[in-house]
């Protein structure tokens, strides 16, 4: 589903409700699809990325999730399984737990520029610590490859960085990608203290 087309997720979010999303990195590198990631993100998603994820699922304030029964190259009439309060409920939660510690941060909707990085520079650093590649990341930034790669040099100049690997290590040392605290999470609408916690693996 769209972004423009969730408006549950939108009506949540202007009531103060927050959203934890992980996204698949080949999500990320379909054509078009950063758009749609983009919306939710700047409607205050907190996203994070992955390369492969086991399951797609949605929680709501750990008391009840959903699961999608098809796989997902199926073509029948969707079908889903709602977990409440069990065991399987905790496993869920927990898997979600597991996966979102391992995941990148997605700061590709930040607008403001920091002491270290500017908005463009933040979006080409998430993706490309997401897995992303430098191509996908031309199209998704709509600048060249050749772009793209003075980019990266210059950051691993900042940083003093020979490799990406490098790059990425001080990246998260130096904290450029840090997730904003609550206090900035709200919409920009407006908005009172975040409600219910919503988690979604997205695939």
């Known amino acids: 589903m769209a972004a423009s087309e969730n408006v549950e997720e939108a009506l949540a ?25 983009l919306e939710g993100i ?6 994070r990325s992955i390369s492969k994820l086991p399951v797609r699922l949605a ?8 699961c999608p029964l098809v796989t997902r190259d199926s073509t029948g009439e969707p079908t889903a399984a709602l ?20 995941a990148s941060p997605l700061r590709i909707g930040d607008t403001a520029p920091t002491a270290h990085l500017d908005p463009d520079e933040r979006r080409l650093l998430s993706l490309l610590i997401g897995g992303v590649s430098d191509k996908s990341i031309a199209t998704q ?15 691993m100049r900042r940083v003093d960085a020979r490799t990406r690997m490098q790059l990425a290590w001080q990246a998260s ?7 904003p605290g609550p206090g ?20």
């Open 59 to 66: 929680i709501s304030d750990r008391s009840v999730a959903l």
């Open 83 to 102: 977990v409440r309060e069990s065991s399987l409920l905790s496993a869920l939660v927990a898997l979600f737990e597991v996966y979102w510690e391992r």
């Open 184 to 203: 900035h999470l709200l919409p920009r609408t407006g908005g009172r203290h975040p409600e219910p916690l919503e988690d979604a693996i997205s695939s």
């Open 13 to 37: 979010q202007a009531r103060g409700v927050r959203y934890r999303v992980i996204y698949e990195t080949g999500l990320l590198e379909e054509p078009g699809r950063i758009v749609n990631v």
């Open 173 to 179: 040392k130096l904290g450029w990608l840090d997730e």
């Open 42 to 47: 700047e409607g205050g998603e907190i996203a």
């Open 141 to 155: 930034l709509n600048v060249s490859y050749r772009t793209v790669q003075r980019r990266l040099q210059d950051l």
